[in-house]
């Protein structure tokens, strides 16, 4: 029998990627200039972002696959029978099948994402792959409150997945205030959490600014997006992409920086940048795994074990209840 997949939507009112053009406003009439990460995810972004995980420079994808590769078995003890897994974000479905597989016959995948047409299609296509599993998707932002549907009725408790190092995008108050809602929302269970950590700067550096250009383009995406969906005329060329490691803050940082003083136009609005004024688009914390210990510990969760691969660069690690 093919089961199909009924998208539930958490925002309250409005699609939650409605946010853009408020947050460009916003971004721009503020000093510093920052604008939220989640904007670079459309079709192009997304896409790009693939591209990202493919490039030489950036190990954090394939490190943390092939942690999952390695530990799938024992990581899966740890996730239990008769668990429902929520997966904040919906971003790769090689991950999630991996743990999957590992599982004895898991019965309910609730993913979350704000992006409600590529949840639909990972869904579908998850849903096709394991005909016995009830995928439940949910539209919504899991970095504000929500609620999830009932669990399922063949589970007994919830585990949290978060791959990806994406927490890192998070400042550290906010991913306090994110471990603290999974928490709730996760109660019996645990949280797989995925997380890139401090290393040498030159390869972190490395990492966001890659030779060919993808991780330029992907930051600079967010303007040509911007340019079609906001009615807005950035000249992109007169942006240049600039990535850095902010030792202090323990972040790589990304920004559109302006090349000469200029004027721009989003939605009827004027605003001007100043040679040399930055667009901050994204960061990136990277942590150690004593950082992680005692988040752990502040927002009620126990640091379980962390796997790490040989040269520390990335580690998975289970937060118990
Ligand atoms: C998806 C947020 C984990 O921070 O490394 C990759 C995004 N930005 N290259 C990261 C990203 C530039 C990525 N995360």
Same mark, same amino acid.
């Given at each position: ?35 939220s ?21 950036y190990?954090?994808t ?12 024992e ?14 974000g ?12 590992a ?9 979350i !994402?704000?992006? #409600?047409?590529h949840? %639909?299609?990972?869904?579908e296509? /998850?849903? +096709?792959?394991?005909? @016995?599993? =009830? ?19 063949n ?8 791959p ?12 306090l ?7 709730h929302l ?23 600014? !890659?030779?060919? #250009?993808?991780?330029? %383009?992907?930051?600079?995406?967010? /303007?040509? +997006?911007?340019n079609? @969906?906001l =009615? ?50 994204e ?7 004593d ?6 510990v ?21 937060l118990?209840i």
């Amino acid at each position: 029998a093919h089961r199909s997949t009924t998208l539930f939507s958490v925002s309250a009112g409005k699609a939650p990627t409605d946010d853009f053009s408020a947050d460009m406003l916003k971004a721009l009439a503020s000093r510093p200039r920052y604008l939220s990460p989640k904007h670079f995810y459309d079709e192009q972004g997304s896409s790009l972002f693939d591209q990202i995980c493919e490039l030489p420079e950036y190990y954090p994808t394939r490190a943390e696959l092939s942690l999952l590769k390695l530990h799938a078995q024992e990581i899966a003890e740890f996730l239990g029978k008769d668990v429902e897994i929520v997966e904040f974000g919906a971003g790769s479905q090689q991950k999630i099948q991996l743990l999957l597989d590992a599982m004895d016959t898991p019965h309910c995948y609730v993913p979350i !994402d704000i992006s #409600g047409s590529h949840l %639909a299609a990972a869904a579908e296509t /998850l849903q +096709r792959r394991y005909p @016995e599993l =009830d995928v439940r998707p949910v539209v919504g932002d899991y970095t504000s409150p929500l609620r999830l549907p009932a669990m399922h009725r063949n589970c007994d408790r919830r585990v949290g997945f978060f791959p990806g190092s994406t927490i890192g995008n998070l400042c550290p108050s906010e991913a306090l205030t994110f471990l603290k809602q999974a928490r709730h929302l996760l109660r019996g269970g645990g949280l797989l959490l995925g997380v890139d950590l401090i290393k040498d700067p030159a390869i972190l550096h490395a990492a966001y600014n !890659d030779s060919q #250009g993808v991780t330029a %383009a992907f930051n600079r995406n967010v /303007l040509i +997006r911007a340019n079609r @969906e906001l =009615d807005a005329n950035f000249e992109i060329n007169a942006f240049a992409h600039s990535a850095f490691f902010n030792a202090p803050l323990q972040r790589v940082e990304m920004h559109l920086m302006s090349l000469r003083s200029q004027r721009v136009r989003v939605c009827d609005q004027t605003f001007s940048f100043a040679q040399g004024e930055t667009l901050h688009t994204e960061n990136s914390h990277k942590y150690t795994v004593d950082g992680l210990r005692s988040m752990a510990v502040k927002t009620g969760f126990e640091l379980g074990p962390v796997w790490t691969d040989a040269q520390n660069q990335f580690c998975l690690c289970w937060l118990q209840i």
